[in-house]
């Protein structure tokens, strides 16, 4: 029998993305490009344990935020505040399944342009979203960290969180991003990898206060 894609090559493998059994090639060239792999292919986890980072040549670097500072310490004075993030990431992505890595990174990069002009000018300009679903996601960002301020205030009698920390986290989770996609449309590695950090059995019960300590590393 051919391949259910190109009706060429002969078929060798099943994908339960068109539900039916594709070539070996067509997997390759299409796997997250025009296929919606779902993350227990094993073809998609095989091709994840052996893909490499993409070069960084290969990313805008104004994508990156390079001008904005990151420390190795800030990681650690602002842990809790990377882990709401994350969590707010993962709880948007849980709440719609078609949301790709490519949404959440237009997400983060809007938000990380916002800021760095509230930082730098004073002025506060919201980025444009290109999309219901980033604004779906910079919507539970700005919710969680308007939920830390409140919880800081509640606990210490005042917030200490300060534009330019929340502008260093963003940027953060950018390079997170950016380290974790492959880049191609329908990729969701990102996503999976904010998935395993809070598991589904404990997102209603564990906030990002309670979860054990876990830095987050690209």
């Known amino acids: 029998m051919s391949c259910a894609i190109c009706e060429i090559r002969k078929e060798k493998r099943f994908c339960p993305a068109v539900h039916g059994r594709i070539c ?10 025009t296929l919606g ?13 052996h893909e490499k980072p993409r070069p960084a040549d290969q990313i805008d670097p104004s994508a990156l935020f390079l001008q904005v500072e990151v420390p190795d310490r800030f990681m650690y004075e602002r842990e809790h505040l990377l882990m709401g993030l994350t969590y707010a990431l993962a709880k948007a992505a849980r709440g719609d ?10 997400a983060l990069s809007a938000l990380c342009t916002s ?16 999309g219901s679903a980033q604004q779906r996601v910079a919507a539970e960002v700005e919710t969680m960290l308007k939920e830390f301020r409140e919880a800081e205030q509640k606990h210490m009698g005042y917030s200490s969180l300060r534009e330019s920390d929340v502008l260093k986290a963003l940027v953060f989770l950018v390079r997170l991003a950016y380290g974790r996609t492959s880049g191609r449309p329908k990729s969701r590695a990102f996503v999976e990898f904010l998935f395993a950090q809070f598991p589904e059995k404990q997102s209603t019960v564990v906030t990002p206060q309670e979860a054990p300590s876990r830095i987050i590393m690209p």
């Open 24 to 33: 070996a090639q067509c997997c390759g060239e299409q796997r997250e490009v």
């Open 97 to 106: 399944r078609s949301l790709h890595d490519r949404d959440l990174v237009g």
């Open 37 to 49: 792999c779902p993350s227990d292919c094993p073809y998609l986890q095989q091709a994840r344990e």
């Open 115 to 130: 800021y760095q002009r509230l930082v730098s000018s004073g002025l506060h300009y919201e980025q444009p979203l290109t």
